[in-house]
């Protein structure tokens, strides 16, 4: 029997990995624009330190964390996310730099144990940034425009940024009671809710906000939200974030039903969903987490992030038919007619390989034809013929496979013609 990967894990194939490097390599260029410094984390950690900060009665912690013991009895997890990792790591480090900020960004493979379907995946891979050390509201703001900037520079256009406010700790109290007030002071509406709604009012009001049942869906548009009880500062924060957008010319919505499945937020939080997803259209998600540090015994101190999923983007360029410009250098294949010419063959390869061309040699000698087969496999532009009669005249053979032409060059001509083309 053959063995197949995991459910839910994704093989990144070499016809796919272009474009993966290709977007990984936008968020290095314009993270690092931005001032965020990489940093990488372990893919294990306690698993208390998602339980503390994601929240406990959270989907991720209940149902969607791979655990395991360790040899020690300890309880290990794989990271189902980064933002508590980035908070362990800030303050073990002590990682505030000389502007008493930290902005940190990342990417790589995550792990939730969901139910698998298209953009949802066990194993899935996220970039993202984190900048700790300010409450100031210009940070929201300006993490929503990087965010903007991030998709707008790959070239997406089918996407909607929707922004919220959750209010600070003392608000989340006052709407959990309002909420609970509201819901059982009706029957109708409480016994009308799912099961898990009617867990969660009590435990994790915020959670019933976002709850994807349509029956639910129908009683919850009418529910008091988080937005209708901040408090005057909370107010002052959100509406600056919202100015300074304007000021941007940033575009968003709204959307005062918009939660997060992870407990950490307070105040501002976000998406940016895409149109051509399906239900899992969300590609990034942030906010403000201005308690977690200090939740972990760090500094009491503002923070604000968000994070992608690089599958959802790539699906969302698949659903805009975005021809990502991945560069690729001519290949050119060389030809050895016989065991004895290889040190000239390897010459060549070696100097075509050093000007940045990609260069194929057959490790076997084979016929021309056979070679000539394998060069039109591999797409080679050129290929180099090195057989008797290049020997005696110390002349290479080069065919170009595309205008059908071939010459006799030495290796300066060569080189500079196939250099010259690859631009
Ligand atoms: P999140 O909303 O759980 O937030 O995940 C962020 C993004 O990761 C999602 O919008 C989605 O693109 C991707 N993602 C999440 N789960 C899956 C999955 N099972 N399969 C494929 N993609 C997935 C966080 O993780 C927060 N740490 C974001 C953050 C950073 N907040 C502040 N800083």
Known sequence: MKIQSLKGTNDILPSEIKEWHLLENVCHTLFELYGYEEIRTPIIEKTELFKRSVGETTDIVQKEMFTFKDNAERNICLRPEETAAVARAF???????KTGMAKLYY?????????????RYRQFNQFGVEAIGSHSPHLDA???ALMDEFVTTIGLKNYKILINSLGCKKDREIYKKKLLEYTQKDKNIFNNLCSDCKRRIKSNPLRVLDCKNPECHKLIKKFPTPQDYLCDDCKEHYNKVKLLLDSLKIEYEEDSLLVRGL????RTTFELVHGGLGAQNAIIAGGRYDNLISSFGGPDTGACGFAGGMERLLLACEAEKINLPLKDSLSVYIVTL??????YGFDILHALRKNGIKAHISYETKSLKSQMRQANKLNSRFAIIIGEDEIKSKKYTLKDMQEHKQELVDKKTL??????LNG
């Open 142 to 144: 300006e993490l929503i």
């Open 415 to 420: 080189l500079n013609k196939i250099i010259k």
């Open 91 to 97: 303050i073990q480090h002590n990682l505030t730099n």
């Open 107 to 119: 990417i790589g493979p995550m792990f939730r144990s969901e139910r698998p379907q298209a953009g």
């Open 263 to 266: 407990d950490y937020y307070n």
């Open 338 to 343: 016989d065991e004895s010419y290889y040190k």
